[in-house]
């Protein structure tokens, strides 16, 4: 996993010794002395996560929390507070400046490492949220951020699973005022009543006699409905395995009995907040896009959008120093499809494909019709081999499995052609990148079709 990580320590010492431990999981490691030389860092560069002591001279960790909290620039940056710190209400004041964890020194390493990888999983979902709600507005759709996101006075549908009534009675008790809260027992239950209902945060408690809590968790980030919505483990003393366990599955958060109220509150409601945060940001995007950037046809984005948001992803992966590799695909012998069966009968085509297209990419690749029969797709962190892997996986169906067309469904062989090209380093450009597909594609055409070439990096 890859990222940039700020640390902030007016220790030098500190500093060292969390930066050896980071080096040594492979993450990028930035550093800062001083509050403000950390604000600007995180102004200035790509931070994915800060580590944030609180007691430095001048201004304090729950000073620069603040602000970087409050900056929109920087508000979606996860901080964790690093700290000698270890009361009740020092948690509570970090929580509340709007820190998204706390933790004590000395720092058990694997409980940092798994509370890092846990953020840099959510900062990585909501850099994509904002990159293409970046892209939108770079095409001129400024009104897309313009309603702000639900009121944080809102109460928060939550769901407690908890089969032992002194625990969720206790849970209830605290959060009366907090929460609009539903209790149910049976993990199975509660399963599928977080499927069928809104809720906008699960608390799990470990306390099960006969079933395992991280069983749960893991089925919850594996369904649609659920994948997105936080989750917080209410674990016992001594459990620190399943926490960093269950930290790996997904859950956001967890909590030590005896659990105090404040803490519950304060970490349910940034749990709340950052889920409302890339909600708002999530269906902006959806909505304004299938306006303004999908084509109608294939439901897939058009070329509008892959010639503002190319870009993006190109300077990203040279940034990072991250593989990134495109592929064009045509219909083989379109026109003589359109020909035979007229044009419903190729938008039929049209759409199948399209529909497979998606089924066989990840979320983050970028889907694109761009223009009659030609077809694109974007896919960071992915090199050369494996895209061109990708291709012939897609080609090979496509060749496999007829397509119906028309009201009665005529059976219709199809094939495709596609180019495959990678980033190249050095002096490489969208343009290059684009071109090199695009060679490679009448490549494809010109040697018999159906068939994948590709342009090595």
Known sequence: MTARILV????????????VRLLAEYFDVLTATNGADAIETCQNDKVDVVLLDVMMPYM????????LKGDPATSHIPVVMVTALDQVSDRIRGLEVGADDFLTKPVNDLQLMTRVKSLVRLKMLTDELRLRASTTRNIGIEELLSHRPPSEDVTPKVLLVDERPSSFERIQKMLRQAADLDVVADPHTGFFQAAELPYECIIVSTGFAEFDPLRLCSQLRSLDRTRFVPIILLADEGEEERIIRGLELGVNDYLIRPIDQQELTARLRTQVKRKRYNDHLRASVTQTIEMAVTDGLTGLHNRRYLDSHLQTLFDR???????????????????????????DGGDDVLREFARRLRKNVRGIDLACRYGGEEFVVVMPDTDGAIAEKVAERIRSEIAQTPFAVGKDGQSLNV?????????RRGTDTVEDLMKRADVALYEAKTAGRNRVVAKAA
């Open 60 to 67: 304090d960790g729950f000073e620069v929390c603040r602000r």
């Open 317 to 343: 992966a040279v940034a990072r120093r991250r593989p990134i590799s495109v592929m064009i695909t045509d219909l083989d012998r379109f026109k003589s499809v359109n020909d035979t069966y007229g044009h």
């Open 415 to 423: 094939t495709i052609s596609v180019g495959v090209s990678s980033l």
């Open 8 to 19: 902030v320590d007016d220790i030098p010492a500190n500093v060292k010794l969390l930066e």
